[in-house]
């Protein structure tokens, strides 16, 4: 299996640290708000890089953190008059609800900042030890990157570029403030503090991740994704404080994925494009529809968003799910094991070929159309593929089709066999009619509900 590494920019064979197991860690959600569809987009990825792991029949152990205290949270928490939980509390549920929403399998652990405020305290002091930080004159704890000479490494940032001894204390910043970062924040004015030997303050937001990670996956482990606009500073940030406080590696594969654009423009509330599972929803559409569409798109491809491609992609699901449908209809019956083993080989060069997702559904289409395969062949391709496209093709019922429609078709069927075509092609208008779409097969006609 090939995937593209961002450290180093290149696409290499994945090889696991402990022979059969991928530890994997994900970004998590900063709990203030609705995940909006680009952050989606990055969770659904995360999902098909697991299954794809998983189709290679590696155990996977997926953490994914939930970010319940930083910045954008607190700043919510003092206009709002709430505590931190109060504001975490109903996005954590929100978020949880998406997930299943969109099929996405569970993490094995989901540890929240809050709870491993010892965790992260640890390791500043360790790397306070190292020599690696140092406390300011605001009494908050930074990271000195010029400490660490390897810093930039996986932004690709130009050591120029670096401002030694300028120092950000916000959570978020660009490529062009690559300065001392902030591990432990002194407490301000009404917001919440934790005790610790550097005074009462709280962690930046890059400490909590390097603390989770290596608390659950050991100090190096084989892959961390997130979105590309994670890779400056908040994983480099990561890398430091991690590699510096353990001295050993942290990561061996980092995998981005790109940006979602909705009409072709960046996602921003000013455009007022800024689209939740909420408004996939109240537009009449699945949110299996939405995970559909993003399959379309190579992860490392800007994703373009319309709702006249969420439509497509809604029909394409139907036609899918009636395919699955009909063919749960036809008896069993062999077929060439050669046609199929041609179809999941190329399924897997796909899928393995540094997630070429949008081939497999490329492949997965053929087989479909292909009469070379058996119904009962064709089923089982699709049921495998959907392990990885998780569109719960699983779930697709063999059709139940009432008494009255079966005899309008035993009927039409005598009539087609008198020649007595005009008066069955009424019959079949009148199927169609009601709701239900009839195909002429050479095991026989089928019927089947049409998808909504
Ligand atoms: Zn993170």
Redesign the pocket.
């Known amino acids: 299996m090939k995937i593209f590494n961002t450290l180093g920019r290149r696409l290499e064979e994945f090889k696991p640290i402990k022979k059969g197991f991928v530890g994997l860690y994900t970004?998590g959600p900063t709990v203030y708000n609705f995940s909006h569809i680009g952050n989606l987009r990055t969770y659904i990825f995360e999902d098909v890089l697991r299954r794809v792991l998983e189709w290679n029949g590696f155990k996977v152990k997926q953490v994914m953190?939930i970010t319940d205290v930083e910045d954008k949270i607190i700043k919510k928490a003092i206009e709002e008059s709430k505590t931190i939980s109060e504001i975490t509390t109903p996005y954590t549920r929100i978020f949880f609800s998406d997930l299943e929403d969109l099929n996405i399998k569970k993490a094995a652990v989901y540890p929240r900042a809050t709870r491993h405020i010892k965790d992260m305290l640890r390791m500043v002091k360790t790397l306070a030890q190292k020599g690696f930080a140092y406390r300011a004159k605001d009494d908050s704890v930074y990271f000195e990157i010029d400490k660490f000479p390897e810093y930039g490494k996986l932004a690709g940032l130009d050591k120029v570029a670096l401002q030694s001894g300028a120092r950000v204390e916000s959570d978020e910043y660009d490529k062009e403030e690559a300065r001392d970062f902030v591990l432990w924040k002194a407490q301000k004015p009404k917001e919440p503090s934790w005790p610790s030997e550097f005074g009462p303050g709280r962690p930046g937001w890059h400490i909590e991740?390097s603390a989770m990670s290596t608390r659950y996956l050991g100090p190096t482990f084989d892959i961390h994704t997130?979105g590309v606009d994670?890779i400056f500073p908040?994983h480099e940030n990561e890398i430091a404080q991690s590699e510096a406080a353990t001295g050993k590696p942290f990561v061996n594969y980092w995998v981005h994925s790109e940006h979602l654009m909705v009409d072709g423009q960046k996602m921003s509330k000013s455009f007022n494009n800024f689209y939740t599972l909420r408004d996939v929803k109240e537009r009449g559409f699945e949110p299996l529809a939405f995970r559909y569409a993003t399959l379309m798109s190579h992860y490392r491809s800007k994703m373009n968003f319309t709702w006249e491609a969420l439509e497509a992609s809604q029909n394409a699901l139907n036609n899918l799910r009636f395919e699955i449908a009909k063919l749960k209809m036809f008896a069993d019956k062999s077929g060439s094991p050669d046609a199929e083993n041609k179809f999941r080989f190329a399924f897997s060069e796909a899928v393995n070929n540094d997630l070429n997702v949008p081939e497999a559904l490329g492949v997965a289409w053929q087989a479909v159309k292909d009469d070379s395969l058996s119904p009962k062949q064709k089923l089982r391709l699709l049921l495998d593929f959907d392990k990885i496209f998780g569109l719960g093709l699983e779930n697709v019922k063999k059709p139940v089709i009432p008494r009255k429609i079966k005899a309008v078709v035993k009927e039409r069927e005598l009539l087609r066999a008198n020649k007595q075509f005009i008066q069955s092609d009424a019959l079949r208008n009148k199927i169609e009619a009601l709701g239900y779409k009839l195909e002429d097969t050479e095991n026989g006609p089928i019927v089947i509900k049409k998808p909504k």
Request: aromatic share 0%; net charge neutral; hydrophobic share 0%.
């Open positions: 970004c953190n991740c997130g994670n908040h």
